[in-house]
């Protein structure tokens, strides 16, 4: 257990339904990344966000969004979902916004979308 | 697109033999780290070089970096059949915020 908990670990919707994940960072940290693993496109950093606050954005489309609320947990909303969105995400946390190792990260088990 | 690319994409060895996999990025970073994933799970940080260091060790682990060829690789010595997995760089740009860049990945089969 890394440490880093995502809900839910599988989930399967239709087309055009908006579903969220969640995340809970581990304990301490205050940085939290999401990222998109399909076969085709590989990880793909999407966003992230430091202490309630975004920090970096990578490719996150229009239709997805995240937040980081006050007790640190994050979610990620995924919109008019399209079979192309059908994916493995990750959440990952870390400790420190910048630093020597600010970026290591601990990454939690993932959340699997299945778009039909 | 990914910043970084792996390669080789796959590796087949026997166990007890070294692997080695190659990385190379396209901009300027802070640092480059190395992760693990096993099939479907999370990935696992290994290492992190700094931008300023050329060589890091850690086990059976061994990473060189290159910044004037953009490039990085990650030597696994005596490799076991536990080693069995995906491994992926990552690069790690601070402009207000960590961007880290995964790149596609080698997937390394050990055979026991």
């Known amino acids: 257990d890394s440490g880093v908990t995502q809900t839910p670990k599988h989930l399967i919707t239709a087309t055009g339904q908006r579903v969220t994940l969640r995340c809970s960072p581990r304990?301490?940290?205050?940085?939290v990344y999401w990222y998109q693993q399909s076969l085709d496109q590989g990880l793909q950093f999407l966003i992230q966000?430091?202490?309630?606050?975004?920090?970096a954005k990578g490719n996150i489309l229009e239709r997805f969004s995240a937040q980081q609320f006050p007790d640190l947990h994050s979610e990620l909303n995924l919109s008019s979902l399209e079979l192309g969105d059908s994916a493995l995400y990750f959440c990952?946390?870390?400790?420190?916004?910048?630093?020597?190792?600010?970026?290591?990260?601990?990454f939690g088990a993932g959340s699997r979308l299945t778009v039909l | 697109s990914q910043q970084g690319e792996e390669d080789p994409q796959a590796l087949s060895i026997q166990e007890g033999e070294n692997a080695t996999m190659n990385c190379s990025y396209k901009?300027?970073?802070?640092?480059l780290q190395w992760y693990r994933q096993n099939s479907g799970r999370g990935l696992v940080h290994l290492i992190l070089?700094?931008?300023?260091?050329r060589e890091k060790h850690s086990g059976r682990l061994r990473v060189t970096l290159d910044t004037s060829k953009k490039s990085s690789s990650l030597l696994i010595t005596a490799s076991r059949a536990a080693d069995t997995a995906s491994y992926f760089c990552?690069?790690?740009?601070?402009?207000?915020?960590?961007?880290?860049?995964f790149g596609a990945g080698t997937r390394l089969f050990v055979k026991a």
């Open positions: 990952a946390s870390s400790g420190r916004l910048a630093g020597a190792g600010a970026n290591v990260l601990t």
């Open positions: 304990s301490g940290d205050l940085s």
């Open positions: 966000y430091y202490n309630g606050e975004e920090r």
């Open positions: 901009t300027s970073i802070n640092n």
């Open positions: 070089i700094r931008s300023n260091e």
């Open positions: 990552a690069t790690g740009m601070y402009t207000g915020g960590f961007k880290t860049i």
